[in-house]
Nanobody
């Protein structure tokens, strides 16, 4: 079955960096776009970054452009989110996501806390 497992979250000071990973299995990873979402307490889940299956082209939310970079390694079935210059407002649970034949699939999420 489809599995998405995130890792790499944690506590970091403002201005710091983290790299999130999402290991995928149960589907043909190289043929699907992958997304990173986040959800802060009391807020709706928002799309942070998308990477296409080929090219691969990327898109970012305005709030993270220039600070976050999404990438993928199709040989490892893994998608990454490099987060630099982190701000307190980046604090959220970050989720890996893909969409297969009309269904949304989510990982369990990884907590990112940006605080001094």
């Amino acid at each position: 079955q489809v599995q998405l497992v995130e890792s790499g979250g944690g506590l970091v000071q403002p201005g710091g960096s983290l790299r999130l990973s999402c290991a995928a299995s149960g589907f043909t990873f190289s043929m699907l776009a992958m997304n990173w979402f986040r959800q802060a307490p009391g807020k709706e889940r928002e799309l942070v970054a998308t990477i296409a299956y080929s090219d691969p082209s990327t898109n970012y939310a305005d709030s993270v452009k220039g600070r976050f970079t999404v990438s993928r390694d199709n040989a490892k079935n893994t998608v990454y989110l490099q987060m630099n210059s982190l701000k307190p407002e980046d604090t959220a649970v970050y989720y890996c996501h893909t969409y297969i034949r009309g269904r949304n699939f989510w990982g369990q999420g990884t907590q990112v806390t940006v605080s001094s």
